[in-house]
């Protein structure tokens, strides 16, 4: 399959959202239920300078996302937290891989030290993708979650660069 990664534009706010609430709907990758941002919202995070924001396109619609967001504060500006969602029929096809792979870049240019992110513990394939990218477990918060009737723990990861 033919696809692209690239910085996220303004007019791709429509299509992030819509990627961010399939995945949403599928109520086992992702906490929320709803995606809050509104458009206006998203186009404001997209041009966020201390954020970057990676998309996945296949015939100019947005299948995956990832966001990485720098500390805001200045005892947090080393660090920053990675957010992905890729929709149901165009995962594994190395998407994740190769977003995770840029943020990483940025992350090294911009100076930032350590890239935090969590994932449920039912996620074996991400926690495993996560690994091969240098991820390492910092810890779990056992129960965390509730997902269809059985807990899951959140599993914390980072990279130090």
């Known amino acids: 399959m033919d696809y692209e990664i690239r910085i996220a534009k303004p007019s791709d706010a429509s299509g992030i959202i819509r990627c961010m609430q399939s995945v949403m709907d599928e109520k086992i990758y992702l906490v929320g239920d709803i995606y809050l941002y509104t458009e206006r919202g998203e186009k404001d995070m997209i041009k966020n300078p201390d954020d970057l924001n990676i998309v996945s396109v296949v015939n100019n619609e947005v299948v995956g996302i990832m966001k990485i967001q720098r500390g805001i504060f200045r005892k947090t500006r ?7 969602a890729v929709m149901r029929g165009y995962r594994h096809l190395g998407m994740g891989r190769r977003m ?18 969590e994932v ?3 996620n074996e394939n991400a926690i495993s993708l996560y690994r091969k990218m240098g991820f390492e477990i910092e810890g779990v918060r056992k129960n965390q979650f509730l997902i269809f009737d059985t807990f899951v723990d959140d599993v914390i990861m980072s990279i130090n660069f």
């Open 100 to 117: 995770i792979g840029e943020g990483i870049e940025w992350c090294r240019k911009e100076g930032i030290k350590k890239l935090n992110l």
């Open 120 to 122: 449920f513990s039912s």
């Open 78 to 84: 080393h660090t920053a937290t990675l957010g992905i």
